[in-house]
């Protein structure tokens, strides 16, 4: 016989101990349809947006999309994740820079045609982030 161990942490459980089989279905699509339906944007690109929304505030994300659009090299995406990352608590230094969240802003950014490359997007994204004003600190 196995030792299993079961951590349960608030919500509604059920233990089975003679089941066989257990199924559990998972329901929340209709949250991100409902973020969706708020923004106008291509067909082709709204697995792209779903995944934007996960970052940031429904209400800047046409603001950013247009933003995104309209970079042509990748200095200028670099200054858009900057104010983006200013803007949204949910954003953090180490989460910019990685390539889950700059493989969702490659398909956005529609005009930019060289230095696509990931590497390339997280080198000028560092490098705006170094160029940041410093904090005025009391002393």
Not at 111 to 121: M, P, S, V
């Amino acid at each position: 016989m196995n030792d299993i161990t079961i951590n349960i942490s608030g919500g509604n459980n059920q233990i089975l101990p003679n089941a066989t089989e257990a199924v559990q279905n998972f329901y929340g699509d209709q949250f991100a349809e409902k973020i969706l339906s708020n923004t106008v944007v291509d067909k082709e690109l709204c697995p792209e947006v779903g995944k934007l929304s996960l970052y940031v505030d429904k209400v800047n994300l046409p603001d950013y999309i247009a933003q995104l659009s309209e970079c042509q090299n990748a200095t200028e995406l670099a200054k858009v994740v900057i104010y983006m990352f200013e803007q949204e608590p949910k954003l953090t230094e180490e989460e910019i820079v990685k390539e889950r969240f700059i493989s969702i802003l490659l398909p956005l950014a529609t005009k930019l045609t060289k230095g696509r490359t990931i590497d390339n997007l997280r080198a000028r994204i560092n490098d705006a982030l170094l160029s940041r004003p410093k904090p005025n600190r009391i002393k």
